[in-house]
């Protein structure tokens, strides 16, 4: 069967660095996507990875063994607003997102 | 980037009447259009895929002649729950597929929170 795992909740303090880390098992794969969902809102786009490595953006950077089913989100320089839920996603063979149950993050001062 | 819009962005309405959700892709073309729902505390649980021009398809546990979709056009998809009860109160999500971008990637409407009395 198709599967996502990562983590439930997650807490941080502001200006330090937190992973984290999420593994897949689909049938076939197109892609592993990091989503942003802050509560009572819709979730938006941080990353995709699709080859072996890491992808940095800024403060954040998403990296992924594919030999492993492996990815990890790399949050850096913690900021209170970086509290939110975040999902990890595999495309499989359809072209379909299977959803992980997503990490609550909370960042405190 | 690519805009997704949702209309209404919240209702609330009576046990047993329809409540109709638009979903429109304004600046792309998207074949494919996805129907999330969210619980409490939940993550985002797949009603149906939505292809333009043919029948959605639902996932398992999702009844049909309940949550019709309709996705006549290549920019609109409607959810229209039919009958509501109280246990329908929830987060609909819409996402629509950008093909043309680079990662194939969801981008989501703003959601459409449901709350039936």
């Known amino acids: 069967g198709q599967n996502i795992d990562q983590p439930t909740e997650m807490t941080a303090t502001e200006g330090a660095i937190v992973q984290i880390n999420c593994t897949y098992q689909t049938s076939g794969f197109n892609g592993l996507f990091w989503y942003q969902q802050h509560a009572g809102e819709a979730p938006t786009f941080l990353s995709y990875n699709v080859l072996d490595g890491l992808e940095e953006k800024g403060r954040f950077s998403s990296f992924l063994s594919r030999s492993k089913g492996y990815s990890y989100l790399l949050l850096k320089e913690l900021q209170m607003k970086d509290s939110a839920s975040y999902l990890c996603?595999?495309?499989?063979?359809?072209?379909?997102?299977?959803w992980g149950a997503g990490t609550k993050l909370i960042i405190k001062p | 980037g690519a805009v997704v819009s949702q209309h209404p962005s919240r209702v609330i309405c009576k046990s047993g009447t329809s409540v109709k959700i638009e979903c429109r892709s304004l600046?792309?073309?998207?074949?494919?259009m996805f129907w999330y729902r969210q619980f409490p505390k939940q993550s985002l649980m797949l009603m149906a895929t939505?292809?333009?021009?043919?029948?959605?398809?639902?996932e398992q546990g999702v009844e049909k002649d309940k949550f019709l979709i309709n996705h006549a056009s290549l920019t609109l998809s409607t959810l229209t729950v039919t009958s509501a009860h109280p246990e329908d109160s929830s987060f609909y999500i819409c996402?629509?597929?950008?093909?043309?971008?680079?990662?194939?990637?969801?981008?989501f409407g703003p959601g459409t929170r449901l709350t039936v009395l």
């Open positions: 996603a595999a495309m499989d063979s359809n072209y379909q997102l299977i």
């Open positions: 996402s629509a597929r950008d093909l043309t971008s680079s990662y194939n990637e969801q981008f």
């Open positions: 600046d792309f073309q998207a074949t494919t």
């Open positions: 939505s292809n333009e021009g043919s029948k959605a398809t639902y």
